[in-house]
Every structure is written in C-alpha cells, then in structure tokens.
C-alpha cells in the first residue's frame, strides 16, 4: 500500500514475464529490492489464481545467481560514440 489516506487504500501492483535467464533475475533483485517477497495474504489467498501469481517468487528469490553489474556511464557513453562513428552520412 501507498499513500493510504483514511477511507482509501492504494494499492500498486506490477506484471511481468517470469525471468528466463539468471542475468534477468539479478536484474529484477538489483532494481525491484522486494519483488521477490509477496505479502503471506497473497500467498495464502483463497483465490487460486492470486497463489499461482505469487507462488513462484519466494523460489526464485531463494535461486543462487551471479550478482547483477548495472551499466557504467563509461560504458553507455563507449556506446554512445560508437554509434556516432558508424552513422552513414
């Protein structure tokens, strides 16, 4: 929940593809901290289509990967020339 006010409740929630790849769930930890640590409602929900959203991810958080290393600026401004260098005039 987010900014509840009295009488109102705001609740966010994000979708995606499950990670395929153990670089796109190092990914997914460096970026979303909590991603992978769904509210015990949610797991232990009535509704089976909410458990099978949910189910998976404190399996994933618990996977070994190698540790995720977000672009330097150094790299994206080595991208940045390079694409500069090969534009056709």
């Given at each position: 929940?987010?900014?509840?006010?009295?009488?109102?409740?705001?609740?966010?929630?994000?979708?995606?593809?499950?990670?395929?790849?153990?670089?796109?769930?190092?990914?997914?930890?460096h970026?979303?901290?909590?991603?992978?640590?769904?509210?015990?409602?949610?797991?232990?929900?009535?509704?089976?289509?909410?458990?099978?959203m949910?189910?998976?991810?404190?399996?994933?958080?618990?996977?070994?990967?190698?540790?995720?290393?977000?672009?330097?600026?150094?790299?994206?401004?080595?991208?940045?020339?390079?694409r500069?260098?090969?534009?056709?005039?």
């Open positions: 929940m987010f900014n509840g006010t009295k009488g109102r409740r705001y609740l966010a929630l994000k979708f995606a593809a499950p990670p395929i790849t153990d670089k796109q769930l190092a990914s997914l930890r970026y979303t901290k909590h991603m992978f640590e769904p509210a015990d409602k949610l797991l232990k929900s009535d509704n089976p289509n909410i458990r099978r949910v189910e998976d991810l404190p399996r994933l958080d618990a996977k070994k990967v190698p540790a995720f290393v977000p672009f330097s600026d150094d790299y994206k401004a080595s991208l940045y020339h390079r500069e260098e090969n534009k056709i005039n």
